[in-house]
Every structure is written in C-alpha cells, then in structure tokens.
C-alpha cells in the first residue's frame, strides 16, 4: 500500500484538498499524482517521478537506471547516466574504468591516467616518490619544504 501525503510534505499548493491533485496541477517534489488523483510519495532517492515505480529526477548520491533509482557506488558522487559507472569520485579517490579506487597511503588527491596513479596532493610530511613502486613515502625529520623523500630546500624554523 503506497503512503498518502499532504501535498508538498505538508503544505499544499494552490487549491489542494485532501492530498487532492491533477495532471494540470501536480504534487510537490517527491510526489506524483496518481491514478485516483491523490498525491503519493515517490520511490525512495528520487526527487521527481510520474509514479512510485518511475523516477525522472534522482536525488542527490543516487542514480537512475530505466527510471528506477539506484544508490550510488560507495566513494562515488556522480554517475553517467543511466548507469553505475561513475563519473566523479570523493576527493582521497581517483576514477579508473567507471570505478572508485582508494588513493595511497598518504595521499589526500590522485588521478589516474590509464593504469598509472599520481599523488597530486600528498600528506603533510609526505612525499610522492616514485622510484620503484610509487607510493608517499615519509620526508626527513624538521623539513619544511622537501624536494624528494630524502632531500629538503628549507628546514622547519629552529632546524638547519
């Protein structure tokens, strides 16, 4: 059985009675009038819909597929549409193949570029090092502007 709603979650718009509505005056967001022309709530993550089995809008960390709403893959903000793939990940994530993959260890931003991962934005007191296998690597004791994992331009104030 669907939940009937007071129109627009509790305010009605216009001349609404009694969840009352019609194609030429609709519900509010996350309503749709049905058959019998009462307001009822549509499938949870959507924002608009034309029934509780269609959604035309989702919302926010939810994506449509044929009109059903689907969460999001974890670590995902956005999806192409009308699929799971995902178009943008959260920031200590990077996009490979339409999937969110972890960043390093240590590392606050990366980017993928085929199969090769780049820390843009490391760990305070962290370096991108990318000799052998790629990975931040921990910068010397007291450096406070490091120019490699082993090497500093600038000591940190009472250091030199």
């Known amino acids: 059985s669907l939940d009937l709603l007071t129109c627009d979650s509790g305010t009605c718009k216009g001349a ?3 969840n009352q509505c019609s194609p030429t005056s609709p519900c509010g967001s996350g309503l ?3 058959p ?3 307001c009822d709530k549509c499938q949870t993550g959507c924002s ?3 029934s509780n089995t269609f959604c035309t809008s989702p919302m926010p960390g939810y994506f449509l597929i044929n009109g059903a709403v689907t969460p999001l893959p974890r670590f995902c ?3 192409v549409y009308n699929s799971s793939y995902c178009s943008t990940c959260n920031i200590t994530y990077y996009l490979m193949n339409g999937a969110c993959n972890a960043c390093p260890s240590n590392c606050n ?3 993928a570029y085929g199969t090769n991962i780049t820390c843009n934005i490391s760990a ?3 370096w991108w090092n990318t000799a052998g296998t790629p990975s931040c690597t921990k910068v010397i004791a007291n450096c406070a502007t490091p120019t490699s994992a082993t090497a ?3 000591c940190a104030a009472g250091y030199y």
């Open 16 to 18: 609404y009675l009694n």
């Open 32 to 34: 749709f009038c049905n």
């Open 36 to 38: 019998i022309g009462i």
């Open 48 to 50: 608009n819909c034309t």
């Open 77 to 79: 903000l956005s999806s």
């Open 109 to 111: 931003y990366c980017t």
């Open 124 to 126: 305070t007191n962290y």
């Open 152 to 154: 500093c331009s600038m």
